[in-house]
């Protein structure tokens, strides 16, 4: 089972990015997916939470429209797209099957958002 993350990096501020989550080695198409993050210091924190059937979708309460997460359960990926990214949205960007932690984590990736 694995849960590969990518497409962090550094951005600037008002920058995007769009993270993405590939699965294998499960039935993906059974699970919902979440995002979480963890900034330096700080606690894990929930950003979104997609359905299985990708009918509905969770966000923090932080998120504030400039989060988007959507799937494509052909490519077994998940993705996030971020825009206006602002420095307190630097951290590590985890996926995890199912949403309420207790399945499957990633390795994360990095995203840091800085001039």
């Known amino acids: 089972v694995q849960l590969v993350e990518s497409g962090g990096g550094l951005v600037q501020p008002g920058g995007s990015l769009r993270l993405s989550c590939v699965a294998s080695?499960?039935?993906?198409?059974?699970?919902?997916i979440g995002w979480f993050r963890q900034a330096p210091g700080s606690e894990r924190e929930e950003i979104s939470c997609i359905s299985s059937s990708d009918v509905s979708a969770y966000y923090g309460d932080f998120v504030k429209g400039r989060f988007t997460v959507s799937r494509d359960n052909a490519k077994s990926t998940v993705y996030l797209q971020i825009v206006r990214l602002k420095p307190e949205d630097t951290g590590v960007y985890y996926c995890a099957a199912p949403c309420n932690g207790l399945g499957f984590w990633g390795q994360g990736t990095q995203v840091t958002v800085s001039s």
């Open positions: 080695g499960f039935t993906f198409d059974d699970y919902d």
